[in-house]
């Protein structure tokens, strides 16, 4: 519950503390003097947009703090998802600079909106006399019955098997797609497939082919040089070996005089026995050398697939078609197992339907137990509330789809006259008759789930007399198990509150500010009394005031 709001520096407010108890609390006041200030604040540090204009002082920052005692709101699970620390009392700030930029904190810890936001939903409900269109929303209707029918945990685990429905749905969806323009490029990918693996494709074979192309092209120059080689190195009068031969005979024969000889000596014998082993080569090689027209017509035609198959694929390298190779594997091995994967898929999502459809239908089932229960607490509390021909024609209807929250179709109808047609209740229903209907619903909501603070804002306007009374004792009703806190014009009501704070404008240096204050006993007699003759309090005003608080 709301246990304390502070407030600096807002619309017309300065600086203002002020502590809220448990039960049903009353906030009166004149029209204008800023009680939809107090809810602007309490709408901006819950999450509201913020701009500028919120600010009294323009050179000061704003600032809005919530003091949230949550113990009994069993919010653990939340804080932890959202990754902050848990408090039972959590305070929420929420600061405007004058640069018109927005922060809020959890705790102590910087929030984005839209925690703040999801936070808000669980801890406070401010319902005026505006938004009773909810009620003609489905899934608000929804929420009325399953809160009755204690769907909650059947709905929470019903719809985390829906969101894995639809998340199987969208992979179908997408396998589905995938297989429908993998077919269309089928014939040819396989056609590029089957190509690609004919021509068994090796890695450095094209830099090897290039060379031996080389070689065969010039194969009669290649030739020349080898003969004409050979013949220097073996020629008996001028070749390299018989020179050789020669010279590491005149050396050998004064090897022996000195080391330096010697060393002469060895050097060539040296060089003799590397020649002659590049003559046994050139001669290997020269006896090699045969040109063959169709081993090089061979080699070039392979050179010459590689080279268009490069082209067609827009690639440079050996390495990199056989990268389009094994895509193209894998394209052509998706459509032979596309069958297998939309069958498993299939599978998962008949498998998810099934548990489903078991949750759908025990939800439903205890929707219709709670629907005549839910219509005689409706209908008895409007018949408090003055509305005794009110009556509720509420319908399930199974269907095949699947929704969020089950598999049913909600008809939520509604007659005010005895012997009038239902019909939906944002046409058949008044302003008034909305506001008690909202109000009847809160009721019903607060003994069946744990519903957060409530604020009613002036959700009594337009009645009076003893529909009043009735108002105040359901407010009263309903405080038993929440805080709930009433803007209200009606002394009626207000004489029913545990605390009554006031809300009143004053000027202060001719300036005008709007301030909060709780009455004392002796305040809320007069400010009851106020409220029943004006500002000019008769004797019987007093009287009949203290009668309604007493």
């Known amino acids: 519950m709301l246990t304390q709001l502070s407030i600096n520096n807002y619309a017309l407010i300065n600086k203002l503390t002020i502590d809220f108890s448990s039960g049903l609390s009353i906030i009166t006041g004149e029209t204008g003097a800023g009680k939809s200030i107090l809810l602007g604040a309490l709408g901006l540090v819950l999450g509201n947009r913020a701009d500028l204009s919120s600010l009294k002082d323009t050179t000061s920052k704003c600032i809005v703090e919530a003091k949230m005692a949550i113990s009994n709101y069993n919010l653990q699970a939340f804080f932890e998802d959202v990754d902050l620390d848990y408090e039972p009392e959590t305070i929420i700030r929420r600061e405007i600079l004058p640069s018109g930029k927005s922060r809020a904190f959890i705790n102590d810890t910087p929030v984005t909106l839209t925690v703040l936001n999801e936070l808000r939903t669980k801890l406070i409900d401010v319902h005026s006399q505006h938004q009773t269109i909810e009620l003609s929303d489905v899934s608000f209707q929804f929420e009325i019955l399953d809160a009755l029918a204690n769907n909650k945990s059947k709905i929470e ?77 073996i020629n008996e009068e001028i070749g390299l070996q018989n020179l050789l031969n020669t010279l590491e005979h005149k050396l050998s024969k004064i090897a022996s005089y000195s080391k330096e000889y010697q060393e002469i000596s060895d050097r060539i014998t040296s060089v003799k026995i590397e020649v002659d082993d590049i003559v046994s080569e050139l001669e290997d090689a020269n006896e090699n050398v045969d040109f063959n027209p ?228 002796e305040e809320r007699v007069k400010e009851i009394a106020e409220m029943l003759s004006g500002k000019d309090i008769t004797e019987s005003a007093i009287t009949h005031a203290k009668e309604l608080l007493n």
């Open 157 to 233: 685990s019903y719809q985390r098997g829906f969101l894995q429905l639809s998340t199987l749905r969208k992979e179908l969806q997408n396998l589905e797609l995938q297989q429908k323009e993998a077919n269309q490029q089928y014939d040819y990918n396989l056609h590029l497939f089957t190509e690609l693996e004919e021509a068994k494709i090796v890695v450095d074979e094209q830099e090897e082919l290039e060379l031996k192309l080389e070689k065969l092209t010039n194969i009669e120059d290649i030739k020349e040089n080898l003969s004409e080689a050979l013949e220097l190195s």
């Open 294 to 521: 169709n081993e090089a017509q061979e080699v070039n035609d392979r050179l010459q697939l590689l080279y268009n198959l490069q082209k067609k694929h827009y690639v440079n390298s050996n390495q990199e078609l056989l990268q389009v190779f094994e895509e193209l594997s894998n394209k052509v091995q998706k459509v032979a197992s596309a069958e297998e994967d939309l069958s498993n898929k299939n599978a998962a999502i008949k498998n998810v339907k099934d548990k489903l459809d078991v949750l759908a239908d025990k939800i439903s089932k205890a929707r219709k137990t709670a629907i005549p229960k839910l219509k005689k607490e409706l209908e008895n509390l409007l018949a408090d509330l003055g509305m005794a021909n009110a009556r509720f024609s509420i319908n399930i209807k199974e269907t095949k789809e699947y929704h969020s929250n089950g598999k049913d179709q909600l008809e939520f109808l509604f007659s005010a006259n005895k012997g009038g047609s239902f019909g939906e209740l944002k046409k058949v229903a008044s302003g008034g008759e909305l506001s008690r209907i909202m109000l009847s619903v809160k009721k019903v909501l607060s003994t069946n789930t744990q519903l957060p603070t409530i604020i009613f804002d002036e959700i009594d306007t337009g009645v009076s007399g003893e529909v009043s009374n009735k108002i105040a004792a359901i407010m009263q009703q309903m405080s038993v198990n929440m805080q709930v806190i009433a803007i209200t014009h009606l002394p009626q009501i207000a004489a029913k509150g545990n605390s009554h704070y006031k809300v009143y404008k004053e000027e202060v240096n001719g300036i005008t500010t709007t301030n909060l204050k709780q009455l004392s006993n």
